[in-house]
């Protein structure tokens, strides 16, 4: 599976969008970009994954450069609840498990 | 409430101990996976079981023990275990073949003294 690079921390104003940026420059032809969080001690939560197409959910919105090569998760109005850990995550489609990294740190404050 | 169950949720076991740690899934997966999550580290991945037979194993030491009896149901038997074996163990199901997302469950916390 590719690498991605994600950066390491990140802050929010609650109410404000939250932009996570994250590059898979090496990403293949059939792999997914997959977006997780693990809020603090607690198993990793899905929160969208996409192709090449942009992607919106009930919890995020996913934009995906014309290349591929990075991408970009958005949570429009982001609530104290939002603090956690966001991992960038790509993933062929035949693939087992999701390898994680160490993802964004995001601390949404009031 | 993602369908992934994972008992119990905390465990203190002496590094002579045998104990069990159990996942069950009710999302008809055909894939179980466990993964390790120590301190500030990133989840580590340990175990991949695909239609019941073990497809991954990263190099986990024998003191860790998995087994599959079933689609839905997925063990990690520990004995001897290490101080540094202390983590959140985390269960993992997803339909593999199909482009889906994985479902953790709420994972066990371990600490071996």
């Known amino acids: 599976d590719a690498k991605t690079t994600q950066p390491p921390s990140m802050d929010c104003a609650e109410g404000r969008a939250a932009n996570l940026p994250c590059n898979h420059s090496t990403i293949s032809g059939n792999e997914y970009v997959y977006w997780y969080r693990q809020i603090h001690s607690q198993g990793p939560q899905y929160i969208i994954h996409g192709l090449k197409n942009n992607e919106t959910n009930e919890m995020a919105s996913l934009i995906i450069t014309e290349d591929r090569k990075s991408s970009t998760l958005i949570l429009p109005h982001a609530t104290l609840r939002d603090t956690a850990v966001y991992y960038c995550i790509v993933r062929e489609n035949s693939g087992y498990a999701l390898n994680f990294g160490k993802g964004t740190s995001l601390l949404v404050t009031p | ?113």
């Open chain 2, 1 to 113: 409430e993602t369908g992934v169950t994972q008992t119990p949720r905390h465990l203190v076991m002496g590094m002579t101990n045998k104990k069990s740690l159990k996942c069950e899934q009710h999302l008809g997966h055909n894939a179980m996976y466990w993964y390790k999550q120590s301190a500030k580290k990133p989840l580590e991945l340990m175990f991949v079981y695909s239609l019941e037979e073990r497809v991954e194993n990263n190099s986990v030491p024998s003191r860790f023990s998995p087994e599959c009896p079933n689609s839905s149901h997925l063990f990690l038997h520990l004995h001897t275990l290490q101080p540094e074996d202390s983590a959140l163990y985390l269960c993992a199901s997803s339909q593999v073949l199909i482009n889906t997302e994985a479902f953790f469950g709420q994972g066990t916390r371990l600490t071996v003294v």
